[in-house]
């Protein structure tokens, strides 16, 4: 299986300053010139939100500040101006192979 | 706008076998591939397996609990199913189903969860 690993497990940032979570696989997601990994957004009692696949494309009506970048085993999700409403768990998850597996989870505050 | 309904209960006794349904609308279960995840503060998110018809229907397990899961659909009600067997107290946890269409590899659209506790 390949092992998510999440970094920080959590951070606190101001409103309207650049947040950063990173996400690490144990082995490599690139497959066809693609790399499969997600990124979902859960806020408390909700379902997981997709908010990035293939490391950068965003998903339909996610808001342009947050970004995902990287490759092969070491990826980025940036919110390059947090909001309020961006308070919530992010996890990365990796879809180049079965078992789908998620990262542990990043909890971002308003500092 | 594709829509997944969970239903089933909230609570089974451990060595009996949990059972959730997950209502589809919006698409066709014939079409995409359909997961079932779980949560718990122990074990993070957990896919557990997955249904999907390409010419004939096929299922993928986690190994973790292949012994004893069952993922099923019901073409007639446009719906499908979680059948997990044997549970203990360390299957409770927060189950949801999820769609993945063909075009993206991934989950896109999730029901709303389930906690189901195993309990006496």
């Known amino acids: 299986d390949i092992v998510m690993t999440q970094s920080p497990d959590s951070l606190a940032v101001s409103l309207g300053e650049r947040a950063t979570i990173n996400c690490k696989s144990s082995q490599s997601v690139l497959y066809s010139s693609k790399n499969y990994l997600a990124w979902y957004q859960q806020k408390p009692g909700q379902a997981p939100k997709l908010l990035i696949y293939?490391?950068?494309t965003r998903e339909s009506g996610v808001p342009d500040r947050f970004s995902g970048s990287g490759s092969g085993t070491d990826f980025t999700l940036t919110i390059s101006s947090l909001q309020a409403e961006d308070v919530a768990v992010y996890f990365c998850?990796?879809?180049?192979?079965?078992?789908?597996?998620f990262g542990g989870g990043t909890k971002v505050e308003i500092k | 706008q594709v829509q997944l309904q969970q239903s089933g209960p909230g609570l089974v006794k451990p060595s009996q076998t949990l059972s959730l349904t997950c209502a589809i609308s919006?698409?066709?279960?014939?079409?995409?591939?359909w997961n079932w995840v779980r949560q718990s503060p122990s074990r993070g998110l957990e896919w557990l397996g997955r249904t999907y018809y390409r010419s004939k229907w096929s299922v993928d397990y986690a190994v973790s609990v292949k012994s004893r899961i069952t993922i099923s659909p019901d073409t007639s009600k446009n719906q499908f199913s979680l059948q997990l067997s044997s549970v203990t107290p360390e299957d409770t946890a927060v189950y949801y189903c999820?769609?993945?269409?063909?075009?993206?590899?991934?989950?896109?659209?999730w029901g709303q969860g389930t906690l189901v506790t195993v309990s006496s």
């Open positions: 293939w490391a950068s």
């Open positions: 998850q990796q879809h180049s192979s079965l078992p789908l597996t």
């Open positions: 919006g698409d066709s279960v014939s079409s995409n591939t």
């Open positions: 999820g769609r993945n269409p063909a075009e993206v590899s991934t989950i896109t659209d």
